[in-house]
Structure formats: structure tokens, C-alpha cells
């Protein structure tokens, strides 16, 4: 009786576990009263978000990086000449009340050369890129967001179903009905701080808050970071996850997972057949997606990059995007 009654019980835990992660998993309930999709855009004039300015002119964008800082990074990085502001905090240091001084002080410098409020600010975070951690830590997209940032970029992107969840995270419980999503998780009280940051009423910001180009309206940039052998194999997959904007292949961590410890090897480096096959995996994956394709561009390269299809660009405030955007032939200030 005993081993039966042990082997029942552990059958109902793995039932529970089961229910548990579907439940997580379910689509919006039939009573959510949840809108259609827009078609197109229902707004005019310019975007809150410069980048999606930019690329419905189909003209590549330009960003630069920092690691943490407050309100005084933030007043000096608002002149920047870079088309975004990339706000690394996967190995900075992960501090929130730090990114809301950093966005207040780039909003309280005043509008831009480009007469948007700000520049926009997307922000990498420290989450494994894998189911369990994204769900264990959506927080931190949540917490993201309400500093009125303009997007996140996932690091690590192992699985479409990481992607997913970050999606989901993101977006309010009431947002328009998407097939493959989830209804959205983002709580009442994140719209206020942020609202601020856009220069909108906050009744404007909940309807804006929204991925872009899944919501025509939406002024939300997610992007995700495919940078390991285990993010390589689902990659045509997790790219085409609702929501999700633009990748990046990221040698850096490619490096040290296909060349081995840097110093250790000669010759090859971004050019080894290895390396360069997962790039042209990954940009091959967004161009069947229709998403955008981030890659580290310099003034030597940076007309091939353009030529091969890149559409971010490091290198924001470097003669390489001054290149880049003579080349394209871009009319709108920078």
C-alpha cells in the first residue's frame, strides 16, 4: 500500500506541475472582452520611438551603449547623434531606480535634433534567455518597461518559447488578441512613470505600449540575441515569435562557445567558416521572418554590412554611421 500510495502521489504532482504550466501557456479566455488588431496605424505625425520612423523609410538605424548611469549620463547622451540608446544591464549593473534618473535626465535635456522627445532607449537585461528563467524573471522586463523605456533586447535567446514570454510580459491583459500569444501580464500602476518618460497621458500610453510592427500603433522595439549553439538550432523559429522585431547573431559569445578562449587560437575570429555560417544562419532566419538584422558595423565595412541587409548598426556617434547614412541616402537630421 505504501509504494502505491507514493507512486499516486507523485503521479498527481506531475499532474499539477502539467496543469500548472499549461494553465501559464493558455490563450486569452473566451469571455476576455479583447480588441481586433488594427490594420494599420490610427496615428500621425511623428513616432515616440525614432527607429520605427526610420525603418518605415526603410532607412537602417544607428545605436550606442552604456552600461548604467543616472541622471547626468542620461542629460549628456540625449544629444547623441545615434538613432537609439542601447542600456546594457546583462553585465552592468542591474538597478532600476538608476535607469529611471538615466531616463528622466534624457527626457529632461529637451526634445532632439530629429524634434522627438527623446532618443529611444532599449535595454538589455540579465535573463538566460530559456523558458524557466524568462518565466521565473519576467519581473524584469515588467520593471524595464515601466521606465519608460522603448524596448528590450533579449540576451541569450535560446527558445521561441523564451521569446514568447517575454512578449507576454510586456504587454497589458487587455491588448488587442494575437494568435500565439498569451493575454499580457503587465500590471496597473507601470503606465504613470513611464507615460511620463513618452510625453503622453497615460491613457495614451497603455494603448501605445505595444510591440511594433505586430501593433501598427505600437512604439515597443523587442529584439532577441542569438549567441549559442542551443539558440542556433531554434532560431527560424524563435524569430518569427509575435513581437519580436529584430536579432542579432552575437560573435562575442558565439566566439567562446565555437573558438574556444580568445588568445588561445590564431587567425579566424568573426571570419572563421564556423562563425561566419552562424551569421549568415541568423540573418537568413530574419529576412524569412521579415524582421530586422543587427550586426557591428565599422567605416571600412559599413556599406557592405548595409548591402547584405543590416539594419542596426553599432556605432551610432562614429564616422561609420555618418558613412552609412550618406550611403543611404537619409534626409532626416542626425
Given at each position: 500500500?505504501?509504494?502505491?500510495?507514493?507512486?499516486?502521489?507523485?503521479?498527481?504532482?506531475?499532474?499539477?506541475?502539467t496543469?500548472?504550466?499549461?494553465?501559464?501557456?493558455?490563450?486569452?479566455?473566451?469571455?476576455?472582452?479583447?480588441p481586433?488588431?488594427?490594420?494599420?496605424?490610427?496615428?500621425?505625425?511623428k513616432?515616440?520611438?525614432?527607429?520605427?520612423?526610420?525603418?518605415?523609410?526603410?532607412?537602417?538605424v544607428?545605436?550606442?551603449?552604456?552600461?548604467?548611469?543616472?541622471?547626468?549620463?542620461?542629460?549628456?547622451?540625449a544629444?547623441?547623434?545615434?538613432?537609439?540608446?542601447?542600456?546594457?544591464?546583462?553585465?552592468?549593473?542591474?538597478?532600476?531606480k538608476?535607469?529611471?534618473?538615466?531616463?528622466?535626465?534624457?527626457?529632461?535635456?529637451?526634445?532632439?535634433?530629429?524634434?522627438?522627445?527623446?532618443?529611444?532607449?532599449?535595454?538589455?537585461?540579465?535573463?538566460?534567455?530559456?523558458?524557466?528563467a524568462?518565466r521565473a524573471n519576467?519581473?524584469?522586463v515588467?520593471?524595464a518597461?515601466?521606465?519608460g523605456?522603448?524596448?528590450?533586447?533579449?540576451?541569450?535567446?535560446?527558445?521561441?518559447e523564451?521569446?514568447?514570454?517575454?512578449?507576454?510580459?510586456?504587454?497589458?491583459?487587455f491588448?488587442?488578441?494575437?494568435?500565439?500569444l498569451a493575454?499580457?501580464t503587465?500590471?496597473?500602476?507601470?503606465q504613470?512613470?513611464?507615460?511620463?518618460?513618452?510625453?503622453?497621458?497615460?491613457?495614451?500610453?497603455?494603448?501605445m505600449?505595444?510591440?511594433?510592427?505586430?501593433?501598427?500603433?505600437?512604439?515597443?522595439?523587442?529584439?532577441?540575441?542569438?549567441?549559442?549553439?542551443?539558440?542556433?538550432?531554434?532560431?527560424?523559429?524563435s524569430?518569427?515569435?509575435?513581437?519580436?522585431?529584430?536579432a542579432?547573431?552575437?560573435?562575442?559569445?558565439h566566439?567562446?562557445?565555437?573558438?574556444?578562449?580568445?588568445?588561445?587560437?590564431?587567425?579566424?575570429g568573426?571570419?572563421?567558416?564556423?562563425?561566419?555560417?552562424?551569421?549568415?544562419?541568423?540573418?537568413?532566419?530574419?529576412?524569412?521572418?521579415g524582421?530586422r538584422?543587427?550586426?557591428?558595423?565599422?567605416?571600412?565595412?559599413?556599406?557592405?554590412?548595409?548591402?547584405?541587409?543590416?539594419m542596426?548598426?553599432?556605432?551610432?556617434?562614429?564616422?561609420?554611421?555618418d558613412?552609412g547614412?550618406?550611403?543611404?541616402?537619409?534626409?532626416?537630421?542626425?
Amino acid at each position: 500500500m505504501r509504494i502505491t500510495s507514493v507512486a499516486f502521489t507523485g503521479l498527481a504532482a506531475a499532474l499539477m506541475v502539467t496543469l500548472s504550466a499549461h494553465a501559464q501557456q493558455t490563450v486569452p479566455p473566451d469571455n476576455a472582452t479583447l480588441p481586433e488588431m488594427p490594420k494599420q496605424t490610427t496615428r500621425t505625425g511623428k513616432r515616440v520611438n525614432r527607429v520605427i520612423d526610420m525603418w518605415l523609410k526603410n532607412q537602417p538605424v544607428y545605436y550606442t551603449q552604456i552600461s548604467g548611469g543616472g541622471y547626468e549620463q542620461g542629460k549628456q547622451l540625449a544629444a547623441t547623434k545615434a538613432d537609439y540608446i542601447t542600456y546594457e544591464m546583462e553585465h552592468g549593473p542591474l538597478d532600476f531606480k538608476e535607469l529611471r534618473e538615466f531616463m528622466r535626465g534624457v527626457l529632461e535635456a529637451g526634445t532632439t535634433r530629429t524634434g522627438h522627445k527623446t532618443p529611444p532607449v532599449i535595454v538589455t537585461l540579465p535573463i538566460a534567455g530559456t523558458t524557466d528563467a524568462l518565466r521565473a524573471n519576467a519581473w524584469m522586463v515588467q520593471q524595464a518597461l515601466a521606465a519608460g523605456v522603448h524596448g528590450i533586447l533579449l540576451c541569450n535567446a535560446e527558445s521561441p518559447e523564451a521569446a514568447r514570454l517575454m512578449i507576454e510580459a510586456s504587454r497589458y491583459p487587455f491588448a488587442p488578441r494575437v494568435d500565439g500569444l498569451a493575454q499580457g501580464t503587465r500590471g496597473n500602476g507601470s503606465q504613470g512613470y513611464a507615460a511620463r518618460m513618452w510625453g503622453v497621458s497615460a491613457e495614451e500610453y497603455l494603448r501605445m505600449a505595444e510591440p511594433w510592427p505586430l501593433n501598427p500603433d505600437g512604439e515597443l522595439l523587442f529584439g532577441l540575441k542569438i549567441e549559442n549553439p542551443r539558440a542556433d538550432a531554434n532560431v527560424e523559429t524563435s524569430v518569427r515569435v509575435p513581437g519580436i522585431a529584430f536579432a542579432e547573431w552575437g560573435p562575442g559569445d558565439h566566439g567562446f562557445y565555437l573558438m574556444g578562449r580568445p588568445g588561445t587560437y590564431k587567425g579566424g575570429g568573426e571570419t572563421a567558416p564556423q562563425m561566419a555560417a552562424v551569421r549568415r544562419r541568423v540573418l537568413n532566419a530574419t529576412r524569412a521572418a521579415g524582421i530586422r538584422f543587427l550586426n557591428a558595423c565599422t567605416e571600412s565595412n559599413v556599406v557592405d554590412q548595409l548591402k547584405d541587409g543590416v539594419m542596426i548598426c553599432t556605432g551610432g556617434d562614429t564616422p561609420a554611421a555618418d558613412k552609412g547614412r550618406a550611403f543611404t541616402k537619409r534626409t532626416d537630421p542626425w
